[in-house]
């Protein structure tokens, strides 16, 4: 009986070990909900580079004005 609990003891051990570390591992893979922003900047980093360019601004002052044809 001293036997088998020895191996009982050491197979639960060894059990207990690589559960834990698999837990530890799973737990720095995975990114914490409130941390889901900071995940993303540092998974795509947005570096402002120049070429961003406001296209949604148009400026009249270069626009020509063309009278209707309909002559209303």
């Known amino acids: 009986m001293n036997r088998n609990r020895r191996i009982l003891f050491v197979v639960a051990l060894l059990f207990?070990?690589?559960i834990a570390l698999l837990a530890i591992d799973?737990?720095?893979?995975?990114?914490?909900?409130?941390?889901?922003?900071?995940?993303?900047e540092r998974a795509l980093p947005v570096e402002p580079d120049g070429t961003d360019i406001d296209t949604t601004v148009?400026?009249?002052s270069d626009t020509l004005f063309v009278?209707?044809?309909t002559g209303r």
């Open 16 to 18: 207990t070990i690589i």
């Open 58 to 60: 148009i400026d009249t």
């Open 26 to 40: 799973m737990g720095r893979r995975t990114t914490a909900p409130w941390n889901k922003k900071r995940q993303l």
């Open 67 to 69: 009278e209707d044809s």
